[in-house]
Structures are given as structure tokens and as C-alpha cells.
């Protein structure tokens, strides 16, 4: 119900559109929607707002599909410019212990294009491995576009690198304490 929060949620889904797997006209109502019936009710997602030190809101980070084991890297975006340069460095690693200390993970992974070369490099500046590459198909249906498994795709296509860090691997480069 937040208009301020619903508005730039959609700005900055509509800056970045070309970076996500699946690819709409952001609107409020629908943005509504996602927060209010995925969000806030799936017990397997969390949404953090990042704020610089003037409290105002510059991006917002998340996790889905947090299970026993595993939880997914979900909507890292910095929309907008403010607080220390590696504040968005400190804000992952945050989550990521959040995940493994206090959530139980054992591993985190998620999905980006092979193309997008900022958050790639963020990504393995952190520690994350690319443990696998799929080609992807771009399908578009009713204005919308997803971009599918396809391993003989041809035609509109992209790779998509699933990426990794075990709890191991992140405490080896981030030992308790030195945070």
C-alpha cells in the first residue's frame, strides 16, 4: 500500500527489464500484486529495501525458493545512486550469511544472462562460481517475453549462467568475525 515503495519498485524494474528471465510492462497494479500475493505470502521469500544513511531508498534485494538446503539469489537491484560505493558488496554478503547463519542454508545460487557483464563480475567478486550454462530461447506471448531452456535453440537466444557458493566456500572467504 506503500505508493512510494510501488512506484520505484516499477522504475527500477522497468531500467533493468533486459536483465530479467522473464520481461513485462511494469505497471503499479501489477507490482501491487507481486508484493502482496507473492511476497508477502510466500513463507520462502524475503524482500530486503536497502537504504543509504539518509534513509532513503536505493535498491532492494531478495531471496526466493529458501528451502532446508538451498535459497535463491532473487532481485539484486541498486536503483539508485547513493551510499558508500561497495554498499551493494557489504549487502550481499550480508544476505548471504543471513542465509547460511540463520536460515540454515547450505548453499545460495541464482540465475543471470552471460551478457550481463556488471552483475557477473559483482557476483564472482563475491565469491559465486558459474556452475552451469544453458542457451535460452527467447519466446514472446502477450507482451510478455521468457527466455527458456533450449539446449538446440537457434535463432533469438542468450546463455544464462547458474551460479553458486556453498556455506563452506563462504565462510572460508568470509571467516566469522572479519565481517
Given at each position: 500500500?506503500?505508493?512510494?515503495?510501488?512506484?520505484?519498485?516499477?522504475?527500477?524494474?522497468?531500467?533493468?527489464?533486459?536483465?530479467?528471465?522473464?520481461?513485462?510492462?511494469?505497471?503499479?497494479?501489477?507490482?501491487?500484486?507481486?508484493?502482496?500475493?507473492?511476497?508477502?505470502?510466500?513463507?520462502?521469500?524475503?524482500?530486503?529495501?536497502?537504504?543509504?544513511?539518509?534513509?532513503?531508498?536505493?535498491?532492494?534485494?531478495?531471496?526466493?525458493?529458501?528451502?532446508?538446503?538451498?535459497?535463491?539469489?532473487?532481485?539484486?537491484?541498486?536503483?539508485?545512486?547513493?551510499?558508500?560505493?561497495?554498499?551493494?558488496?557489504?549487502?550481499?554478503?550480508?544476505?548471504?550469511?543471513?542465509?547460511?547463519?540463520?536460515?540454515?542454508?547450505?548453499?545460495?545460487?541464482?540465475?543471470?544472462?552471460?551478457?550481463?557483464?556488471?552483475?557477473?563480475?559483482?557476483?564472482?567478486?563475491?565469491?559465486f562460481e558459474v556452475e552451469e550454462k544453458r542457451t535460452l530461447t527467447r519466446v514472446e506471448r502477450d507482451g510478455e517475453i521468457t527466455h527458456v531452456p533450449d539446449p538446440d535453440a537457434?535463432?533469438?537466444?542468450?546463455?544464462?549462467?547458474?551460479?553458486?557458493?556453498?556455506?563452506?566456500?563462504?565462510?572460508?572467504?568470509?571467516?566469522?568475525?572479519?565481517?
Amino acid at each position: 500500500e506503500d505508493d512510494a515503495l510501488v512506484e520505484k519498485l516499477v522504475e527500477w524494474r522497468e531500467k533493468n527489464m533486459r536483465f530479467f528471465l522473464t520481461q513485462f510492462p511494469a505497471t503499479k497494479e501489477r507490482t501491487q500484486a507481486w508484493l502482496r500475493d507473492r511476497v508477502a505470502k510466500d513463507d520462502t521469500r524475503i524482500l530486503f529495501l536497502i537504504f543509504d544513511e539518509s534513509e532513503r531508498m536505493i535498491g532492494h534485494f531478495g531471496l526466493c525458493d529458501v528451502e532446508e538446503k538451498s535459497a535463491y539469489m532473487d532481485n539484486a537491484i541498486r536503483g539508485e545512486a547513493g551510499g558508500s560505493p561497495k554498499l551493494f558488496d557489504r549487502v550481499e554478503i550480508t544476505v548471504l550469511d543471513f542465509g547460511f547463519d540463520k536460515l540454515g542454508v547450505e548453499k545460495h545460487y541464482g540465475e543471470l544472462f552471460a551478457d550481463n557483464f556488471i552483475a557477473a563480475a559483482w557476483h564472482r567478486s563475491i565469491g559465486f562460481e558459474v556452475e552451469e550454462k544453458r542457451t535460452l530461447t527467447r519466446v514472446e506471448r502477450d507482451g510478455e517475453i521468457t527466455h527458456v531452456p533450449d539446449p538446440d535453440a537457434e535463432g533469438k537466444k542468450r546463455t544464462q549462467w547458474l551460479i553458486g557458493m556453498s556455506k563452506d566456500e563462504f565462510y572460508r572467504r568470509y571467516p566469522r568475525g572479519s565481517r
